[in-house]
């Protein structure tokens, strides 16, 4: 909240005003998901690299108008790879987060067992999102799109961008 030092909570008075930080990571697109029933492009799937080097799956990006939607299937399709040898070929989530494993998190990709419901990218596209919740490495809410950063390698976005100084858990500031 911001206000006057000195003002108090005064009831029915809209005299503080809230305001949120602006997050902002910049992250790889692996993939997408299309829409079931149309040719539209419905969200990207955003990664991060860890420590280990592995692309990690933080969230996703998904609100586009139509003509967005269309523009960017076509701008990607270039992007289109095999599920084999692609970072999430046999899963992405599969750890789970801190209350269990994840809704569309998948043990393992069988096309035998189950559809693949998200078409893979090569990791080379990097945009700019913005959040507002962190859940233990995990965007909890939709990211914003930005812009698309053709100036970033995809190889420097990293976990640790995620990291507030001075933030507890979830990336709340803590008040002493």
Same mark, same amino acid.
């Given at each position: 909240? =911001? ?19 602006? #997050? ?8 997408? #998901? ?17 420590? =280990?080097? &592995? ?12 003509? @967005? @939607?269309? &523009? ?12 084999? /040898?692609?970072?999430? &070929? ?34 080379? #596209? ?17 990211? @914003?799109?930005?812009?698309? @950063?053709?100036?970033? &390698? ?11 100084? /001075? ?10």
């Amino acid at each position: 909240m =911001a206000k006057a030092g000195e003002l108090r909570y005064r009831p029915g008075a809209r005299a503080m005003l809230k305001v949120k930080p602006d #997050r902002t990571a910049d992250c790889v697109v692996a993939g997408f #998901r299309p829409y079931v029933d149309r040719p539209l492009l419905s969200s990207l799937l955003l990664g991060l690299y860890d420590d =280990a080097n &592995e692309l990690r799956h933080i969230g996703i990006v998904q609100s586009f108008t139509q003509k @967005r @939607r269309r &523009e960017l299937l076509e701008e990607l399709q270039p992007l289109c790879v095999p599920l084999d /040898g692609h970072p999430w &070929e046999h899963g992405f989530l599969t750890g789970g987060g801190p209350t269990g494993r994840l809704a569309g998190a998948a043990g393992r990709w069988s096309p035998g067992e189950m559809a693949l419901d998200w078409v893979p990218l090569t990791p080379q #596209r990097v945009c700019e999102v913005a959040y507002d919740q962190l859940d233990h490495e995990r965007l909890r809410h939709p990211a @914003r799109f930005r812009r698309w @950063r053709p100036d970033r &390698e995809p190889s420097s976005c990293r976990l640790d961008q995620l990291a507030v100084p /001075g933030t507890a858990a979830g990336g709340i500031r803590a008040l002493a």
